[in-house]
């Protein structure tokens, strides 16, 4: 199976910020990289796939890049409906795969 | 618009089974496919597995093989997951999602979601 591992597992950061959260695969997945947002006590939603395609209607301070085993996600300048948890997944092969998730918390 | 509607909350003991039910509405049923993704209490996501309702095709991670089944009903726009011989780590929330054939993205992609179905396990 391959391994995807996030980091940092958590993050604290202000209005205003632009933060970057990075996800390593265990081998290279080409492009297959997506990246989705969390709030708690909801089901995830999809951001980013392709490694940097933005899903239609996520607001373009997100964005995406990266290829083979190293990806990051970064957001231009936090709002205040960013504060969720993050998970990167590869759509490589099966068994599909998520990072450990990367929660991002008001400073 | 598209709308996946899942059962309600279970209690099951140790041993037990559960079938988890996804109600979609909104599009052509049979043109999507469904994961299956859980989530335990404080704990990441987990893939336990994808359904086609054109053909029934499945595909089961190593780990739910021979104790998951995935199985859809075009008559009544539903999606299931059994899960069999329960133990306290199956507790999760257990969400449907439909996945789209992105061409970029290689593997269908979730881009609908049920709310999820919370299973508790607890003798």
């Known amino acids: 199976d391959i391994q995807m591992t996030q980091s940092p597992s958590s993050l604290s950061a202000s209005l205003g910020d632009r933060v970057t959260i990075t996800c390593r695969a265990s081998?290279?997945?080409?492009?297959?990289l997506n990246w989705y947002q969390q709030k708690p006590g909801k089901a995830p939603e999809l951001l980013i796939y392709?490694?940097?395609s933005l899903q239609s209607g996520v607001p373009s301070r997100f964005s995406g890049s990266g290829s083979g085993t190293d990806f990051t996600l970064t957001i231009s300048s936090l709002q205040p409906e960013d504060f969720a948890t993050y998970y990167c997944q590869q759509s490589y092969t099966t068994p599909i795969t998520f990072g450990q998730g990367t929660r991002l918390e008001i400073k | 618009q598209v709308q996946l509607v899942q059962s309600g909350a279970e209690v099951k003991k140790p041993g037990a089974s559960v079938k988890v039910s996804c109600k979609a509405s909104g599009y052509t049923f049979t043109s999507y496919g469904f994961n299956w993704v859980r989530q335990a209490p404080g704990q990441g996501l987990e893939w336990m597995g994808s359904?086609?309702?054109?053909?029934?095709?499945?595909n089961y991670p190593h780990k739910f093989r021979g104790r998951v089944t995935m199985t859809t009903d075009t008559s009544t726009r539903t999606a299931y997951m059994e899960l069999r011989s329960l133990r306290s780590d199956d507790a999760a929330v257990y969400y449907c999602?439909?996945?789209?054939?992105?061409?970029?993205?290689?593997?269908?992609?979730?881009?609908?979601w049920g709310p999820g179905t919370l299973v508790t396990v607890s003798s």
């Open positions: 999602a439909r996945v789209d054939p992105i061409a970029a993205a290689g593997l269908p992609l979730p881009t609908h």
């Open positions: 359904i086609s309702p054109y053909n029934g095709n499945t």
């Open positions: 081998q290279s997945i080409s492009l297959y």
């Open positions: 392709a490694a940097s």
